[in-house]
């Protein structure tokens, strides 16, 4: 069985959500996204790997900052989801329902990507101010926050600045997500150098329950993050990745970005799904067994 056969009552680029009343079923799919495009190939195993990494870091992350996560076991999924329990198994999540705030919060470590391009252009990353001198890859003298909006499927995030930000949620509420974005970041950041992998930057996702703000949805996934192997780190270069990058620089080879996207070969779905796992493993230190979830 590769689905389900009810109708989500909201879907992503890569997750189906289900509304139960009380709680959401969040189901990490095998659809992979990239120019904010959603491929026609799936990526074997990414929903499973998404979804347990979320796990393992909430669990390690929970005396920083509370989440939102129920349950990933197949034994309490509701009734009317049992008979595909075997699909499931691995790929969900229950969690409390949360009002989610408007923004996402990024934190950066290291200059890549649209951050690099800024700088080059303007010595400022998201109109922070940077010293001068760094190049690509380089290690940021300290975390960066720069928030964006939320985009619908097939619009682009928006950077927004700190005080955009605050306009949007309220000062209180902008200054407790930078400060808990960045603690979150610096805490993941402290575990994932220590198993060998740099985490670049990531974006998070926080919402209310009960007056108190949690972290919510994906954490810290090769979806949600650049994760580089520390052992092959060299500043002044793009650096290789244990995340869907993969997928991009196959993309930009063989597609100029106008009309849909190729089929992806085995080669790099294969090698893709190969990516992701291996960022599970060295992260969290486990064997990945799909049999064990």
């Known amino acids: 069985m590769t689905g389900i056969d009810i109708t989500p009552d909201a879907q992503g680029k890569v997750r189906d959500l289900y509304d139960l009343g009380d709680k959401l079923l969040l189901v990490a799919t095998d659809r992979i996204s990239a120019f904010d495009y959603v491929l026609d190939d799936e990526i074997p195993c990414k929903g499973q790997v998404l979804t347990q990494l979320s796990k393992f870091w909430f669990e390690l992350l929970d005396g920083v900052v509370d989440n939102h996560l129920i349950s990933t076991d197949v034994a309490d999924l509701p009734e009317q989801f049992q008979p595909y329990a075997d699909y499931l198994r691995g790929r969900f999540m229950l969690v409390k329902k949360a009002e989610m705030f408007p923004v996402e919060c990024i934190v950066r470590g290291y200059l890549a990507g649209s951050g690099l391009k800024e700088y080059q252009r303007e010595g400022t990353v998201c109109g922070i101010a940077l010293p001068e001198g760094l190049v690509n890859s380089s290690k940021l003298p300290e975390p960066i926050f720069t928030p964006s909006t939320k985009a619908e499927i097939g619009d682009h995030d928006e950077n927004i600045s700190f005080e955009r930000c605050a306009e949007l949620i309220g000062d209180d509420d902008a200054a407790a997500l930078r400060d808990l974005a960045l603690a979150v970041y610096t805490a993941a950041r402290d575990h994932a ?66 009309g849909t996207p190729p089929r992806l070969p085995q080669d790099v779905i294969d090698a893709t799904s190969a990516k992701y796992i291996q960022a599970f493993e060295l992260i969290t230190g486990k064997k990945f067994d799909p049999a064990t979830f």
Request: no cysteine; glycine share 8%; hydrophobic share 40%.
């Open 193 to 258: 150098a220590a198993r060998g992998v740099i985490i670049a930057d990531t974006k998070f996702e926080f919402g209310v329950i009960d007056g108190k703000i949690i972290l919510a949805d994906e954490v810290l996934t090769p979806d949600s993050s650049r994760f580089w192997p520390g052992d092959a780190y060299e500043e002044g270069a793009d650096q290789p990745s244990f995340d869907k990058q993969f997928v991009r620089d196959w993309l930009t080879a063989h597609w100029d970005k106008t």
